[in-house]
Antibody, heavy 116, light 110 residues
Framework: QVQLMESGGGVVQPGRSLRLSCAAS????????FHWVRQAPGKGLEWVAV????????YYADSVKGRFTISRDNSKNTLYLEMNSLRGADTAVYFC?????????WGQGTLVTVSS | QSALTQPASVSGSPGQSITISCTGT?????????VSWYQQHPGTAPKLMIY???NRPSGVSYRFSGSKSGNTASLTISGLQAEDEADYFC??????????FGTGTKVTVL
C-alpha cells in the first residue's frame, strides 16, 4: 500500500535552515509529481510547493518562493524540502503528498517550530 | 494566491444532507476541473474524498458527492453520520501551475 513518511522536523531559530524528507513506498515513486503542504497550529491547509515526476519542473507558493526548495531523488524514493531563512510564520506541520490530478495520498506530517 | 472561500462551519442532524461551497475565480476553480475535497479529523492527515470535481476514490462512501458551477465547487454529504464530523477543505489547480486550498469548513453532526 502507499506509504509516505516525513522526517526532519524540529525546533529551529528564526533565520536558520532545516531540511525535511519524505520517504515513499508501495508504488513507483518516479511516476508521480509530489507536493508539500503545511498546516499551522489550529489553522487550515496551505499549499507550499510541487515538483514534477522527473524533478525538472517546480512551482512554489509566494509565501516561500526564494526561501524554500523542493527536490527529489528517484533512486532513493525520497522527496525533500530545503527551508532557509525560516520565520515564525513557517511554524506548521508539513505534509508531503503524492499527486494524481491533485494531492491524493498524504503522509502523517512532521512539525516544524520556528522559535528563539 | 488567495485561499478559496468556504463557510467556516456547517451543521446537520444525522440522516440529513449538507452542502459545503468552495468559491474561487476563473483562474482556479472556474478554469479547471481539478477540484479536490479532503476530510481531516483532528490530529490526522487529510484524506481525499473527491477529485476532478466529482470523482470518488475507491473506498470513499457514495454519500459524498461533488459538483461545480462557474467559480464555485460544492461538496454534498448525504445521510449525515456521526463519523462525518470533521474539517473539510477544497483545493484547486490554478493558472499559475500552482495549487490553492480553501479556508476550511468544520462540519458538526448535531
Amino acid at each position: 500500500q502507499v506509504q509516505l513518511m516525513e522526517s526532519g522536523g524540529g525546533v529551529v531559530q528564526p533565520g536558520r535552515s532545516l531540511r525535511l524528507s519524505c520517504a515513499a513506498s508501495g508504488f513507483t515513486f518516479s511516476n508521480y509529481p509530489f507536493h508539500w503542504v503545511r498546516q499551522a497550529p489550529g489553522k487550515g491547509l496551505e499549499w507550499v510547493a510541487v515538483i514534477s515526476y522527473d524533478g525538472f519542473h517546480k512551482y512554489y507558493a509566494d509565501s516561500v518562493k526564494g526561501r524554500f526548495t523542493i527536490s527529489r531523488d528517484n533512486s532513493k524514493n525520497t522527496l525533500y524540502l530545503e527551508m532557509n531563512s525560516l520565520r515564525g510564520a513557517d511554524t506548521a506541520v508539513y505534509f508531503c503528498a503524492r499527486d494524481e490530478e491533485g494531492p491524493d495520498y498524504w503522509g502523517q506530517g512532521t512539525l516544524v517550530t520556528v522559535s528563539s | 494566491q488567495s485561499a478559496l472561500t468556504q463557510p467556516a462551519s456547517v451543521s446537520g442532524s444525522p440522516g440529513q444532507s449538507i452542502t459545503i461551497s468552495c468559491t474561487g475565480t476563473s483562474g482556479d476553480v472556474g478554469g479547471y476541473n481539478y477540484v479536490s475535497w479532503y476530510q481531516q479529523h483532528p490530529g490526522t492527515a487529510p484524506k481525499l474524498m473527491i477529485y476532478d470535481v466529482s470523482n470518488r476514490p475507491s473506498g470513499v462512501s457514495y454519500r459524498f458527492s461533488g459538483s461545480k458551477s462557474g467559480n464555485t465547487a460544492s461538496l454534498t454529504i448525504s445521510g449525515l453520520q456521526a463519523e462525518d464530523e470533521a474539517d473539510y477543505f477544497c483545493s484547486s489547480y490554478t493558472s499559475s501551475s500552482t495549487y490553492v486550498f480553501g479556508t476550511g469548513t468544520k462540519v458538526t453532526v448535531l
